[in-house]
C-alpha cells in the first residue's frame, strides 16, 4: 500500500468544499422579473452542483425543497411579499 502527500492547494480545496454556504432563493412566478423572496425558514433542503458541459463552460443545477403549508409559493396565488 502506498500513500501519498496532497498538495496543499488541493487539500485546501477539499476542506472547503465541504463548508456551508449561504444562498438567497427568490422565485420569479410570472417571468417579468418581479422576484418573491424565500424564507430562510420554509427550505426543509437544497443541492446545488455544476456540471461541465461537452461544448464548453458550466451550467448550475439545482433541487429545491419547500415547506409550502402556507400556499405562499404556489405560482399565480403567490403572497410572497406581498
Known sequence: M???QIDGALEEA???GGKK???RVEIDFGG???CHPVLEG???RADFYGLKEAAGGVSARG???LDNRG???SGNGCR???
Open 14 to 16: 477539499v476542506e472547503a
Open 32 to 34: 417579468n422579473g418581479v
Open 42 to 44: 420554509d427550505i426543509l
Open 21 to 23: 454556504a449561504r444562498v
Open 80 to 82: 410572497a411579499g406581498a
Open 63 to 65: 433541487e429545491l425543497l
Open 2 to 4: 502506498r500513500f501519498y
Open 71 to 73: 400556499g405562499l409559493y
